[in-house]
């Protein structure tokens, strides 16, 4: 275990009685359940994009949240909002399993989990996340900004944000070792060895809930991400920006 994750466990053990000793919230459900069909662009050469049909998730029960790919609990009181135990639900990883890519090894999704806190402002919410990868031992902080515009009965979200990740989450998503490159070569390709550095990715992107019926309502939203030249500049990679987004229905529970 490295010393980040001694760090964030530390916390988490030392802020559980606190979180005991809080007002009890509802003990039910409250937000938006359902399903949806989410979608990313490739950013690895020879893959396509990806469209999967997933739960969707927004609401709290109790302490506990899930906010569409990040699940966590409230511990303390903090500003506007509370200190969060998070973990992210990422679809990073894939699988080498192109001609294109013989001899390079399938990368596993991370599995980023740490702390942070939502921050409700009279002028939007502000998302921090600063998280530990379990699989690459690497590091993430996400800064998102989100405001809020009522067209109507539809709620719509403009969005802007930083996604920081360590050299050690870059490189086990894109890096190439010299064996990999090696094998790859024998099998006829030309990936050479690749040593990825930290990487800084800006992204904007709107979200928004359109009513229909009763508690029914469609959810939407679009990402769009520019790669940091550390991504870029990977032979892995055959893309400079990325799109990802979703497209669902759900209940609302009150």
Request: aromatic letters at 10%.
């Amino acid at each position: 275990m490295t010393a980040i994750s001694k760090v964030l466990f530390a916390t988490l053990a030392l802020a559980a009685p606190h979180l005991q000793a809080q007002d009890a919230a509802p003990n039910r459900f409250v937000g938006d359940l359902g399903a949806a069909v989410y979608s990313t662009s490739a950013l690895i050469k020879s893959k396509d994009s990806t469209t999967t049909a997933l739960p969707y998730v927004y609401g709290d029960w109790g302490r506990f949240f899930a906010r569409v790919d990040t699940l966590g609990a409230q511990i303390l009181p903090l500003g506007q909002g509370h200190l969060e135990g998070v973990m992210r639900i990422s679809q990073e990883g894939y699988d080498a399993n192109s001609s294109a890519l013989k001899g390079i090894s399938s990368r596993s999704q991370p599995m980023p989990m740490g702390l942070g806190t939502f921050q409700r402002t009279s002028l939007g919410g502000v998302f921090v996340y600063a998280m530990h990868d379990l699989n690459s031992g690497g590091n993430a902080l996400d800064l998102t900004y989100g405001a809020r515009l009522e067209l109507g009965s539809v709620k719509v979200y403009p969005q802007a944000g930083l996604e920081y990740r360590s050299q050690a989450y870059v490189q086990h998503l894109y890096g190439v070792s010299a064996s990999e490159a090696a094998a790859n070569s024998a099998a006829g390709g030309r990936m050479t060895a690749y040593t990825a550095g930290a990487a800084t990715t800006p992204m904007v992107g709107v979200a928004a809930s359109v009513p229909l019926s009763g508690p029914w309502s469609l959810q939407l939203q679009w990402r769009h991400k520019w790669l940091d030249s550390v991504v870029k500049n990977s032979p892995l990679v055959g893309a400079t920006s990325q799109n990802t987004g979703f497209a669902g229905l759900s209940y609302e529970f009150k």
